[in-house]
């Protein structure tokens, strides 16, 4: 352990428990002061990237971990995150064309299952989980991600998962010791109540079939080798058919009873840890977001090919990601579609695990958008999947539910904000948060765009309508911005626009980088802290340059594959004293002055200026079990 020496003591960065109480408080103050008072400020985090407790690295973070907590807990007090969002976490590795070159994006996950990678299998070991897996087999794990040398700073899914043989999952040898354990071992109490809870999960049948939906999952290995991936043809929506191929399905499941059951496992306890998370979060005054990604794999167009545009399997319908289409058309026209009923499962499902959705491409389900050979289209503007979104969450969530907890996320090109101009999607979007990112670009027209002023003044966007971010998973850093010219350039025109002014010197300086550094980025987390509703993405509030996804300009075995390090903690500290991470409460100070605020409410403002200082003054404290450790020596310190 290092602590700062007595000299620097005064100074620091890094709150202790209580300091960052007192940060929480003050958060609750300031958006009082704004207007924000029922804000959103969503955390974005990559789980799979956080770190791992020491001596228990598999190689992929975990959702349901300390380490995780921590990370969303830095994200409460240093960014105002009252809700956590996390990468979609469906199974990886379906489509070996993708798999066998290293490639694991989050978003060509499964969206019906849980990925075996969400499991902590040291959890497993504890008594809540009636101890059913040795500690030693789980030890195997991190000994053989410690075997491959990928370095700290990369996620290993290669360790828990198999690029060649999709079906056969290193981590599933740990999870069959497991499940042994947990059918054989004598019962606990723990392991009494667990066996109860799987009884029921493994049968369930309303809101979801989650049978039916596991049972399909889980004969898919089969069904591929037997060569039958048109096996579910017409079986969710001709009757006759699905008469006639009952027999052989019932007989399958009785073939493969053992595996049905395994998998039902694996999903069983990923749906525990994912949950467990949640709890956790919840405990802390956050919610739990989950990221609903717009498409589905390869293996769920085999087992629900009616609901999917060409229905053969082929396909030919595509977004332009290599993604399965459902049948947009069927979906707005028919209830009981088998599309109607995919997208309906997938989104119950979501928030049966979450307290609310991010829906990756939000914006086509205003406005559907799909290709069916013959160029990309758009289906006319319905609002019958958003009011099947709404009423869902009614169902799952209850009536008092929240609907601003439905985020749309749109992340567009200029031409795809004409939808936004004339009003054809926010028409069926009313009352919902438009989630949108925070990057200045120039049209044809050269009229600016993706920002704050725009979406206020041309498309008429409200406070309550928009969740503003400075990032995602597959943009540029705000830190690469500032160091961008061109990039840096168009976003201070448009923060000039966005607060009203002429002075672009509050922006950049054009004769000290480090200060020019500062400045941008003080001005674009400005952007988003002015309004009420905002996300930040992790990597930006900690000052980083990482790219999740560079959408394969970054060597593909390199894609989703950057990971924290243990440190990142005091490294966030150094950023912000640099000015390259997210000081909260400078930039509440900026906004503040911008507002005038800081004349007529001066003793917030001040209050406000000194946690903004104390964080960012050159000092020796960088974690909060340092400054705890100090403050049980020398005593609490009140900052401002």
């Known amino acids: 352990m290092r602590i700062a020496p007595a000299s620097v003591v005064s100074f620091g960065n890094a709150l202790s428990t209580r300091q960052e109480q007192d940060q929480k408080a003050l958060i609750k103050e300031v958006r009082h002061a704004l207007g924000h008072d029922d804000a959103i400020s969503v955390g974005k985090i990559y789980a799979a990237g956080n770190p791992s407790a020491e001596g228990q690295d598999t190689g992929v973070g975990k959702i349901n971990s300390k380490e995780t907590v921590r990370m969303c807990e830095l994200l409460q007090v240093y960014a105002g995150a009252n809700a956590i969002k996390s990468f979609p976490a469906g199974q990886l590795g379906s489509r070996p064309a993708y798999t066998s070159q290293g490639y694991y994006g989050s978003y060509q996950r499964s969206a019906m299952t849980l990925g075996e990678d969400n499991i902590n299998l040291f959890n497993l070991t504890k008594p809540e989980y009636g101890s059913i897996l040795p500690k030693s087999e789980a030890m195997k794990m991190v000994n053989s991600h410690n075997a491959h040398n990928v370095g700290q700073n990369k996620i290993d899914y290669d360790n828990e998962l198999n690029r060649q043989d999709p079906e056969n999952y290193p981590i599933n040898e740990p999870l069959k010791v497991a499940f042994k354990n947990f059918k054989?071992?004598?019962?606990?109490?723990?392991?009494?109540?667990?066996?109860?809870?799987?009884?029921?999960?493994?049968?369930?049948?309303?809101?979801?079939?989650?049978?039916?939906?596991q049972t399909r999952a889980a004969l898919f290995p089969t069904l591929r080798k037997e060569n039958k991936l048109d096996f579910f043809k017409g079986f969710d929506k001709d009757p006759n058919i699905r008469a006639q191929k009952m027999p052989e399905f019932e007989q399958m499941k009785k073939d493969h009873a053992e595996e049905i059951e395994f998998f039902k496992f694996k999903q069983f306890i990923a749906e525990k840890e994912v949950a467990g998370a949640k709890k956790e979060l919840n405990d802390k005054g956050m919610d739990l977001f989950v990221d609903m990604a717009i498409g589905f794999s390869w293996a769920e167009e085999c087992m629900y090919p009616d609901a999917f545009l060409d229905g053969n399997n082929g396909n030919k319908a595509s977004l332009g990601w290599g993604l399965p289409v459902l049948d947009v058309e069927s979906l707005t026209q028919k209830d009981d579609s088998p599309a109607h009923k995919l997208l309906k499962d997938k989104t119950a499902l979501n928030l049966m695990r979450a307290d609310g959705i991010r829906f990756d491409v939000g914006w086509s389900y205003a406005k559907p958008l799909f290709d069916k050979g013959n160029g990309m289209q758009h289906l006319d503007a319905t609002s019958k999947i958003i009011k099947m979104f709404e009423d869902t969450a009614t169902e799952i969530k209850g009536k008092d539910?929240?609907?601003?907890?439905?985020?749309?996320?749109?992340?567009?090109?200029?031409?795809?904000?004409?939808?936004?101009?004339?009003?054809?999607?926010?028409?069926?979007?009313?009352?919902?948060?438009?989630?949108?990112?925070?990057?200045?670009?120039?049209?044809?027209?050269?009229?600016?765009?993706?920002?704050?002023?725009?979406?206020?003044?041309?498309?008429?966007?409200?406070?309550?309508?928009?969740?503003?971010?400075?990032?995602?998973?597959?943009?540029?850093?705000?830190?690469?911005c500032a160091e961008t010219p061109q990039i840096r350039e168009e976003n201070v025109g448009a923060l000039m626009r966005v607060f009203n002014t002429s002075d672009w010197t509050l922006f950049k300086d054009n004769n000290n980088v480090n200060e020019n550094n500062r400045k941008f980025t003080l001005g674009k987390f400005g952007e988003c802290f002015n309004v009420k509703n905002q996300f930040t993405f992790y990597n930006d509030v900690l000052g980083r340059r990482d790219k999740v996804d560079t959408h394969w300009k970054a060597p593909v075995q390199d894609e989703y594959r950057c990971r924290l390090e243990r440190n990142y903690e005091e490294n966030y500290h150094r950023a912000v004293q640099d000015g390259y991470g997210l000081n909260l409460m400078d930039t509440y100070r900026f906004i503040m002055e911008r507002r005038g605020l800081d004349k007529t409410m001066p003793e917030l403002f001040n209050k406000v200026k000194a946690y903004g200082a104390y964080l960012a003054e050159k000092g020796g404290i960088f974690t909060r079990e340092q400054a705890d450790e100090i403050e049980a020596k020398e005593g609490y310190k009140k900052i401002g």
């Open 401 to 480: 539910f929240d609907q601003r907890k439905l985020v749309y996320e749109f992340d567009a090109n200029s031409t795809d904000f004409d939808l936004l101009r004339d009003n054809k999607v926010l028409q069926e979007m009313k009352g919902m948060v438009v989630l949108t990112m925070v990057e200045e670009r120039n049209d044809a027209q050269n009229i600016g765009w993706k920002n704050t002023s725009f979406l206020k003044e041309q498309v008429g966007l409200t406070d309550d309508k928009m969740l503003i971010g400075t990032n995602n998973h597959d943009r540029e850093s705000v830190i690469e």
């Open 184 to 213: 054989e071992m004598k019962a606990t109490p723990e392991l009494q109540q667990l066996r109860k809870e799987f009884d029921a999960y493994k049968v369930q049948k309303e809101p979801v079939d989650i049978d039916d939906i």
